[in-house]
Structure formats: structure tokens, C-alpha cells
């Protein structure tokens, strides 16, 4: 459910792709730190997202 609703918001999908783009590439060149530590920042940011919504919703 939150994972359709951040899409809705106009740059994150748009961000997203760019996050998975670069992280295939890190993939792809066998940079397993890299890769990791784009995952990791693209996880934490999903969840900040997900977190300011349902702190708005029980406001």
C-alpha cells in the first residue's frame, strides 16, 4: 500500500529509476560495497518516506 502510494508522488518514481539504474551499474561492474551502499541509501530513504506518511495520517 505504501509502496504504490510514494509512487504516486511526482519525483519519486522518477528518482527511483535513477537509484535502480545506478545500482544495476554497480552491479554490473562487480562492486559489491557500492552496490550495497546504494541499497542501503535507497531502503533508508523509501523508509523515511513511508514514515513521514504515516505520521501525517495520524495527525
Not at 9 to 20: D, F, M, Q
Not at 21 to 44: N, P, Y
Not at 48 to 55: D, L, R, S, T, W
Amino acid at each position: 500500500m505504501y509502496r504504490f502510494r510514494t509512487s504516486q508522488s511526482r519525483s519519486c518514481p522518477v528518482k527511483a529509476l535513477a537509484e535502480h539504474r545506478h545500482t544495476i551499474l554497480a552491479i554490473e561492474q562487480g562492486d559489491e560495497e557500492f552496490t550495497e551502499m546504494l541499497m542501503r541509501r535507497h531502503i533508508s530513504m523509501a523508509r523515511k518516506i513511508i514514515e513521514q506518511q504515516v505520521f501525517a495520517e495520524e495527525a
